[in-house]
């Protein structure tokens, strides 16, 4: 593929660019002006000449002349297919669409059908032309999403600001981004605010604002505004290459369907080859009919039999849906997971930062035993140092908000307990801080919290000091997410380590069929494989999770979802699906797409078979000439195609 060197932030520039637009006329017309091209069309003015003058060489008994004329055309428009035959049949393979062209073709010759031979060539050629542009079309979302990659960056060295290309560019380097530009490389702004076009990412329009502190990513556009970022991450390492990648190798995974049908084709030919034969010889052979008549049916056969319809468009349907969805902000990395997503039933979520933002803010603090406020938070704060847990940073954030100031110098042994809090040793005062089952595991006394929202436990050496209430918030789009997945009859769930009272709350904002609270990190997976085991066996079971903590149960998924998680390795490696952007409406944008993208497939399967079916018939008994079974086989492939590339114009 040749590079691309005009490129967009979004797919609606990339659509609606002049420059573009030229260059993909210059692709179309390439496709028409090339040598094939050139060959075909001088073949069919010989087609045409043979149609007109084909009496009048009988007439003159010119029919040496005849066959040289109609070979010259014949080579002419199948150059190609009868090259192609012979490496198949040097591969080993001996039967696929260009043997059989080869093979109809060479009967009509050999039966003085000329005009049959040629016409067969002609709109088989015209058929893969056809072919090509429908492809070349369902490649524009690739290839928009694939133009996204920068290419070049303002790097700040000690004699001055020089142009590299992403890749040589190093963690901790300074880089510029003018108005205008794309991001290079993944960073953290380090002057100047600017307005971010993060289309080619998350596939979302709005754009949104960056300012010092915040994280921005390469394929990002600044919209205005100079800015300056820290390099955080190799190009390599990058969002936009790690989308690349995906997006490159997703048609590496087949979906069932897309084997069927490879498998199917590879016995199916052989087989219409033999029926023929059989059709061709045996009824002369047993009857004494006009053998010549019988060879013809067969070659009809052999015609309206070529498996183009499924082989091509099939895995065209599957690349479009991927294309679709990457266009959407949705990585699949295969068309097995397109199947997988189809037959989804049953949605489990994670609630920390997957149907919530994830940002905690303290509500309430509520001392006992004699402790006052600032000694409760500081206690928390003190257990909770070394916890990158979004509770604990939202104690710690509390706690410096309020003036508060640890002694690192008292602080020993922190530690976290998994799915429960965590401890550590503050001047000699032993502390926890976690959940109910934190206190109840260590035997503490305590008294059930009547705070709402997330309730965090703290006791000092092993007396009940108090409870801090930690409130997060339901993303803007969570509750949609959950409507529209039930109006796809699928049903929801949460699995969530928070306790039941917050869990319920969250459960009846969403109105979701069910959810399980008090879960630890090995009691979701548990908890997984039991609802597994509970589905019926042609449903799935998603998960959406956040692509780190939730990784073992995204992993035991039947389609494991990672929301946002495009900086995290284990949301890219772990996830079958990958959300651009924190929003949970993607996922019924998802399965949506993939129901979509399987029905057109299938649609195009009946169809084929169905046409197929009629005109094989048809063709037996002599019913349907060559010219119908010409033009069947290519009007069913070019149907196909165009059914195929109608899910790049699919809304839900």
Known sequence: MEPITHRHSTFEDAANCEVCSARARQQRNSLFLNADAIMLYVAIVLFICELFFENLFHEHNLQSWEFAFVLVAYLLAGGTVLTNAVKTVLRGDFFDENVLMVIATAGALAIHA??????????????????SLAVARSRHSITA????????????????????????????EKVTVRPGEKIPLDGVVLEGNSQINTAAITGESVPISAHKGDEVMAGQICIDGATTLRVTRLFKESSIAKIMDLVENATARKAKTEKFITTFAKYYTPYVVLIALAVAFIPSLVMGGDLTKWVYRALVLLVISCPCALVISIPLGYFGGIGRASSSGILIKGSNFIDALADVTVVAFDKTGTLTHGIFVVNHIDPVNGFTKEQLIESAAAAEFNSTHPIARSILEYYKAHDGKLDETGLEEAKTISGRGTSAHYFGKYILAGNASLLTQ????????????????????????????????????????????????????????????AASAFAEELNLDTFHAGLLPEEKVAFFEELQAKQDRKGRIAFVGDGINDAPVIAR????????????????????????????????????????TRTIVWQNIVFAFVVKGIFITLGIFGIATMWEAVFADVGTSLLALANSTRIFTFKR
Request: charged fraction near 25%; glycine fraction near 8%.
């Open 114 to 131: 000329y005009s049959e031979a040629i016409g067969i060539m002609i709109f088989f050629k015209i058929g893969e032309l056809m072919q």
């Open 145 to 172: 999403l694939l133009a996204s990659k920068p290419e070049m960056a303002r790097v700040h060295t000690s004699s001055g600001v020089v142009e590299r290309v992403p890749e040589e560019v190093v963690i901790g």
């Open 442 to 501: 260590q035997r503490i006394n305590f008294s059930q919290s009547r705070l709402e929202g997330t309730i965090v436990y703290v006791a000092v050496d092993r007396v009940f000091a108090g409870a801090i209430s930690i409130g997060d918030a339901l993303r803007d789009d969570s509750v949609e997410a959950i409507r529209q997945l039930n109006e796809q009859g699928v049903e929801t769930t949460m699995l969530t380590g928070d306790n039941e009272k």
């Open 557 to 596: 998924a039947d389609v494991g979802i990672a929301m946002g998680g495009l900086g995290s390795d284990a949301a890219i490696e772990t996830a079958d699906v990958v959300l651009m952007t924190d929003a949970p409406s993607k996922v019924p944008q998802a399965i949506a797409i993939a129901r979509q």
